[in-house]
């Protein structure tokens, strides 16, 4: 089980669980056609926002198998809402979890997503004791592609037309970080 003591402070972010007055700015980013290229969705409306926002406040702890953290980015200097990361405990048989994020574009370029992802695999290697954490991604999206390398993460192959999404076949990319190279990467 992992239960995180709130909020996750880095340099210059603090990651914390969803609140309700999130909305505006969550709408501001979940509403965008160019944060929504990569992603299962189209830009959402209010209403769909709001409703997942309901979902994303109850995920705070990671119990089961299955669950997901979804986590608030904001500014540690401001507490401006810029973003959001996951990560999720997908197997408790073979000890994986998976990452992702999602950065309004205003924010891109300053190293924000690589330094939230950060602590999403220091949550997922040293406290909950994954062996393996991976991301997935449209392969198209090769700035979240060199972001992933630059964590250490290793390309581990691309998946053609293996999922159908907005009306069109996609590939998928995969990355992946084995506990070991994570500690490899903070020990040494």
Known sequence: M???TYPIKTRRLALRPYAADDLDALFAIESRADVCKYLYWEPRTRAEVAADLE????TTTLENEGDALRLAVTLLDTGELIGGVMLAWR??????GEIGFVLHPDH???GYAGEAAVQ???LGFEDLGLHRVFARLDAANRPSGRLLERLGMRFEGRFRENEF???AWTDEAVYAML???WRDLTEG
Do not use: F
Not at 55 to 58: F, G, K, L
Not at 91 to 96: C, R
């Open 55 to 58: 979902r994303r406040m109850a």
């Open 108 to 110: 891109h370029g300053r």
């Open 120 to 122: 999403l695999l220091r």
């Open 91 to 96: 197997s408790v048989e073979h000890s994986g």
């Open 2 to 4: 992992l239960r995180p």
């Open 165 to 167: 999404v907005k009306g």
């Open 179 to 181: 506990a070991h190279e």
